[in-house]
C-alpha cells in the first residue's frame, strides 16, 4: 500500500465475540485495510454502517435479533452501496440465492482456515484496486469487463470457466453438494435443488468433479444402471 492510498474500512459484524475478534484481527493485520468497528447485532451492523460508511463489511447471516440478509436488504434500502462478504455457518441455497441477488461480493461458509479469509481479502483488495484505476466515463470492452467482474467465492474470473458453466451456478451447485453431505445428489436430486434441468446439474457436477471440488461415486440399485451421486470432495 502507497501512503497515497487510503486504507480500506472494514466493519466485521458476528455474534460470537471471539468470532468477530479473531476476524477483525486478521484484517486488521493485512496491509492496505483498517477496522473501523465490530458489531454483534443486526441493529448495531446498521447503525455503524450508516455512522461509519465502510468500503467493505464482513458479515454473519445468524445475528440474535435480525438476520445478516435481513441487515444486508435493509442497507441496498437505504442506497448503502458498501461491498461485503458473507462469512456464514449457513449453506441453505435460500440464504446463498439471497445474497447473490443483494450483490454480495463472496459468500465464505464457515468453517474455515484463516489463511482461505486472507486470500479472499486480498483477491477483493486487488479487485477494488483495479477498479479504482478506471476512469468511471471508460468504455470498456468485453473482454476487460470480464476481467473487472469478480465472480465471488470460486474465485475465479468467468473468462477462465468452459463454455456454459457460469459462476454463480457453479456456486449454488457446490452448496447444494454441502448441504447433501456424505449421502450427496443425484443429477436429478441437485437440479430439482438447484432449480435447473437434470442435463444441466450433470453437466456442473461433473465439472466440479474435474475441477477437483466434488467426487462421483456409483449406487447400485436392484435393477438397471448404476446410479451416480456426486458429494463435496474432502477437505
Known sequence: MTSQTLPIRTVVVDDDFMVARLHSSTVARLDGFEVVGVASTGAQALAMVKDKRPELVLLDVYLPDLTGLEVLRRLRGIGVDCDVIVISAARDL????QAMQSGVYQY??????????RRRLDEYARHRARMRGQDPGTTVEQDEADRLFRTGSSGRSRTSLPKGISAETVQLVSSALASAGEEGLSATECGEAVGIARSSARRYL????ESGAADVRHRYGS???PERRYQRAAQ
Do not use: M, N
Not at 465464505?108 to 479469509?117: G, I, S, T
Not at 461433473?206 to 468433479?209: A, M, N, P, R, T
Open 94 to 97: 435460500d440464504s446463498l440465492r
Open 108 to 117: 465464505l461458509v464457515k468453517p474455515f482456515e484463516l489463511d482461505e479469509l
Open 206 to 209: 461433473e465439472y466440479l468433479v
Open 223 to 225: 435393477a438397471g444402471r
